[in-house]
């Protein structure tokens, strides 16, 4: 039987990929799991807001709907669909987060799915509020000719591997995450890459089909109906493609350790004092609750 993999060590570039993706297969029923338990009502709002979004532009760039371009582009159904990827994505990054915090505190264990219901209803809203704000702050970098926007891309990275596992109000995660990729900003931005890479292939499989129809239906005079059942279709294999960014966010809290291991050697501090001892109990610290 092969052993559980210890999150907290050093690992290089190849390390942190091999890691993550064994990570994944040794935990892949549990992680999927707690994965469509607590995503799969936003995942649902998010097919449905885009589905009816496209319907719409459809619509009204056929002369079936009332308002100009912009309108039905802007209107209430896409900040409907935005609310909805928001929540998706918050809920995404909380529960495989939260499953990784139980997984290392209880030994190497994979947690229930009660256990990281506790860690995401407490998590969920404190990363829902903090991931608008680093969104407008990336966009804003972003805008200063580019260059800032990448900048600050691999401490946004691990700024919610910083908050959840940590335990970190807003301004300590900031200035954490910032702290951590310092010293090893291009080991962190090129394993974010690759990771990115490897998800957006792994995505495209499914998504495969979708282009293949918008080729033919670019090339084709299809009727109204045909044209709304192309959108069903793309906006349920997008949202069903979005499993994979378990990807990722393990990979994420592997980048988070390993740049801790690298400042701190927390991980085998914490294996020289606790030799011998019992397993920790599963607990927040007592001003959580």
Known sequence: MKENIEFRQIRDFEGIISATLLFIKQNFKALLKVFFSFCSIFILGS?????FLQ???????????????????????YWVGMLFSLLNYTAMGVS????VSLYVIKGNVAPTLEEVWSYFKYYFFRVFWSGMLIYVLWIICTMLCL?????????????????????ADFGTTFSRSFALVKQNWWLTFATLLVIGIITTVCMSIIYAPSYLLM???????????????????????????????????????????SLVERKESQGLMSRIEEFGNTQAPVSHPEEDY
């Open 96 to 99: 495989i987060l939260s499953f």
């Open 55 to 77: 319907w719409h532009i459809l619509e009204s760039s056929r002369g079936y709907a009332g308002g100009n371009s912009l309108g039905s582009i802007f209107g209430w159904r």
């Open 215 to 257: 080729m033919i239906n670019t090339f084709s005079a299809a009727d109204l109906k045909v044209l709304k059942g192309y959108h069903v279709f793309t906006s349920i294999s997008l949202s069903i493609s979005q499993v994979f960014a378990i990807i990722p966010l393990v990979a994420i809290a592997f980048i988070y350790f």
């Open 47 to 51: 097919i449905l807001s885009g589905i």
């Open 147 to 167: 260059i800032p926007g990448i900048y600050v891309t691999p401490a946004f990275s691990i700024f919610f591997a910083v908050m959840v596992l940590e335990n």
